[in-house]
């Protein structure tokens, strides 16, 4: 299953998701349904906006976990 960290690494940097919001440019529904492992897909675009404004990599907010 794949696992959504963003959470984490906003904790990390100290950031409200109101305040990735406005950086990465999508609105906070948005972003929530992402945060919270409810998105289906996500665009290229998107994960490259959350990275460089969390300063981290696509593998510190994506996460591969095998089923159990």
Known sequence: MIVI?????MAKRKMSLGELSEKVGITLANLSILKNNKAKAVR???LDAICRALDCDVND??????DE
Do not use: A
């Open 5 to 9: 960290n963003i959470d984490v690494m």
């Open 44 to 46: 290229f675009s998107t």
């Open 61 to 66: 907010i994506i996460e591969y976990r095998k």
